[in-house]
């Protein structure tokens, strides 16, 4: 039997895989060798080709462009089909609201609000490099009169976080620390509650907001009890457990006026959209 780490395939990409590695090494040493104002344009030249280097998603309300970096590229191909009650809840949006998208990664749900062309978005990320794709892909697709974009994640109250992330797998999913977890880097991260972006900040309420931040909803929950007694606010869809945590979550919006209208199951967790009772 012939192994494919034996194989003339396997050899061929590991030639290929060296050879890259030494064009790649030898383009780094040739830049960092060229004068200031001629290896600033040659950033400048790489970054506008990456911004161009999209995929298109078609979508209900027209295409999107994704830009190709790290695992973004499978986050664009299943944007409609990974999560569709998220894609429903979006569409049933009343014209001229406001959405916040709290855990927003590259922006795909973002980017699918942004498309109405009637709503206003704001998406907080506060890992750097999936930050710079979510600004990338807003750019990509000329939405920066609908999107805020801010480097920033939500809590209980303002402080500086850690921020389990490495800025080499963009696209993926991170996490705060609170768990002795194997070292794959570190990023201090700004956080601010919901309450504070609002009054100290002067942003408008969200009528929408989805939570996607698995271990530390219940803080940003708790970080926005002002804003929960908003009439304003009409509908919270948030990614919840059946843990404690869950339950404590689903209690206090319940306190604030919050039903469950919605609940769809995937991955040992659910989306549950909670609506303001009128």
Same mark, same amino acid.
């Given at each position: 039997?012939?192994?494919?780490?034996?194989?003339?395939?396997?050899?061929?990409?590991?030639?290929?895989?060296?050879?890259?590695?030494?064009?790649?090494?030898?383009?780094?040493?040739?830049?960092? *060798?060229?004068?200031?104002?001629?290896?600033?344009?040659?950033?400048?030249?790489?970054?506008?080709?990456?911004?161009?280097?999209?995929?298109?998603?078609?979508?209900?309300?027209?295409?999107?462009?994704?830009?190709?970096?790290?695992?973004?590229?499978?986050?664009?191909?299943?944007?409609?089909?990974?999560?569709?009650?998220? &894609?429903?809840?979006?569409?049933?949006?009343?014209?001229?609201?406001?959405?916040?998208?709290?855990?927003?990664? &590259?922006?795909?749900?973002?980017?699918?609000?942004?498309?109405?062309?009637?709503?206003?978005?704001?998406?907080?990320?506060?890992?750097?490099?999936?930050?710079?794709?979510?600004?990338? *892909?807003?750019?990509?697709?000329?939405?920066?009169?609908?999107?805020?974009?801010?480097?920033?994640?939500?809590?209980?109250?303002?402080?500086?976080?850690?921020?389990?992330?490495?800025? +080499?797998?963009?696209?993926?999913? +991170?996490? +705060?620390?609170?768990?002795?977890?194997?070292?794959?880097?570190?990023?201090?991260?700004?956080?601010?509650?919901?309450?504070?972006?609002?009054?100290?900040?002067?942003?408008?309420?969200? *009528?929408? &907001?989805? &939570?996607?931040?698995?271990?530390?909803?219940?803080?940003?929950?708790?970080?926005?009890?002002?804003?929960?007694?908003?009439?304003?606010?009409?509908?919270?869809?948030?990614?919840?457990?059946?843990?404690?945590?869950?339950?404590?979550?689903?209690?206090?919006?319940?306190?604030?006026?919050?039903?469950?209208?919605?609940? *769809?199951?995937?991955?040992?967790?659910?989306?549950?959209? +909670?609506?303001?009772?009128?």
């Amino acid at each position: 039997m012939t192994h494919l780490k034996d194989s003339p395939e396997h050899e061929r990409l590991h030639r290929e895989e060296i050879y890259a590695k030494k064009e790649l090494a030898l383009l780094q040493y040739r830049l960092q *060798n060229l004068p200031h104002e001629s290896r600033a344009r040659m950033q400048g030249r790489a970054a506008q080709e990456l911004v161009e280097d999209t995929m298109v998603i078609d979508t209900p309300h027209g295409p999107l462009s994704v830009v190709l970096l790290g695992s973004s590229g499978g986050r664009a191909m299943t944007m409609l089909t990974r999560q569709p009650a998220t &894609i429903a809840w979006i569409d049933a949006f009343q014209p001229n609201s406001v959405f916040w998208d709290v855990g927003a990664n &590259i922006g795909v749900y973002t980017l699918y609000a942004a498309l109405r062309g009637d709503t206003s978005v704001v998406a907080f990320e506060p890992a750097a490099v999936n930050y710079f794709l979510l600004a990338a *892909n807003c750019e990509a697709n000329k939405f920066d009169s609908r999107v805020q974009c801010l480097l920033v994640g939500l809590g209980r109250e303002r402080s500086i976080a850690r921020l389990e992330v490495s800025q +080499f797998a963009a696209g993926k999913s +991170f996490s +705060f620390l609170g768990k002795e977890q194997p070292y794959q880097g570190r990023q201090a991260a700004l956080v601010l509650s919901m309450d504070q972006l609002i009054e100290d900040y002067g942003m408008a309420c969200p *009528n929408y &907001i989805k &939570i996607d931040v698995p271990g530390i909803s219940e803080d940003v929950i708790n970080g926005g009890e002002r804003m929960l007694r908003r009439p304003e606010l009409r509908e919270i869809h948030i990614e919840l457990t059946t843990s404690k945590g869950g339950q404590r979550i689903a209690d206090t919006l319940g306190r604030y006026g919050f039903v469950v209208a919605a609940r *769809n199951e995937h991955g040992g967790s659910g989306d549950v959209t +909670f609506v303001r009772q009128t």
